[in-house]
């Protein structure tokens, strides 16, 4: 069974907070009255079905899009982002899927590109020092700061990515599907990179189709359907097909019937050696006489005398 939706928390707990946000791209309505909140030291999962309006409520916390309407609420005040370097400068910064890294270049320029430091001239020393303790924060494992991203692994190059976000001090990170394109180990690289940033006090909203990473790092799951609000859920209490079914609408799906089918299995098994050990149990005791051998090999039982 389901469990009921909870309700948005309420602003003031908030480090982020949107209230009925709508976003139309005429005759189209992407997001209508959507409600979201961000504590600080939390992570949020948003999923939904593609087309469910993930990506336009990222680009309106960005700075891309802006709203038709609602409002948005950052650290207890009302606020507008018309550009995505007012996100920055707010304090909102976002890790687009594509990561936006150049391949010749390497950890250290990709870094600050388009934030050099320099006075007269470019300050290779601090950049660099600087990009150790970014890496050393995150607890990162980099062969070195000097090799192009070229040569370094999916996995890798999003710790690269997130790095470069941290740069401005945010306070809250949007991670668009972090972990998509990646490996079993690559994965859990980025999720461990997750839960470092959540420990730093960072509120980090989550974009995912991966229910098993949803589950493996969320405080919180936020569901869109069709561009509304469609429940809040606590991560460590729902379960999988929970999820599913409110991000299609529907109870009755192929995740659902599959643990519904496991469940009744597993009850059958146990019924099954019940059933078992009773009709053991009412059988006859057998007679523990041993059968003897007549000559001509006619076998004559305990009460053939």
Do not use: W, Y
Not at 9 to 35: I, N, Q
Not at 228 to 242: L, P, Q
Not at 261 to 281: F, L, M, N, Q, Y
């Amino acid at each position: 069974m389901s469990p009921s939706p909870t309700p948005p928390a309420g602003a003031a707990g908030s480090l982020l907070s949107l209230r009925g946000v709508s976003k139309s791209f005429g005759a189209v309505a992407a997001l209508t009255g959507v409600d979201l909140d961000v504590a600080a030291g939390e992570v949020v999962a948003l999923v939904g079905d593609n087309g469910a309006g993930k990506s336009t409520l990222v680009k309106v916390l960005s700075g891309v899009h802006a709203p038709d309407a609602g409002t948005i609420t950052f650290e207890s005040r009302e606020v507008s982002i018309p550009t995505p370097a007012a996100a920055q400068q707010l304090g909102i910064a976002t890790v687009f899927q594509d990561l936006a890294l150049c391949e010749n270049l390497n950890v250290i320029e990709n870094l600050f590109l388009g934030r050099e430091m320099r006075a007269l001239r470019l300050d290779d020393v601090a950049m660099e020092v600087r990009s150790r303790e970014l890496l050393t924060q995150l607890s990162a494992k980099i062969p070195s700061v000097e090799v192009p991203v070229a040569a370094l692994s999916g996995g890798q190059r999003q710790t690269v990515a997130i790095a470069r976000s941290l740069l401005g001090d945010p306070k809250v990170i949007i991670l668009d599907e972090p972990t998509a394109a990646l490996g079993v180990a690559q994965t859990a690289e980025v999720l461990n990179l997750i839960e470092r940033l959540k420990e730093r006090g960072h509120g980090v909203l989550m974009i995912s189709h991966n229910m098993a990473d949803v589950q493996a790092v969320a405080d919180t799951v936020a569901v869109l359907r069709l561009g509304r609000n469609n429940g809040v859920f606590d991560a460590r209490t729902t379960s999988a097909e929970e999820l599913v079914a409110a991000i299609t609408g529907a109870a009755d799906n192929v995740v659902s019937r599959r643990a519904g089918k496991a469940r009744p299995e597993a009850g059958d098994a146990e019924d099954a050696a019940e059933g078992a050990v009773d009709a053991a149990g009412a059988q006859e005791p057998a007679d523990d006489r041993p059968e003897r051998v007549a000559p001509g090999g006619l076998r004559k039982g305990a009460g053939d005398e």
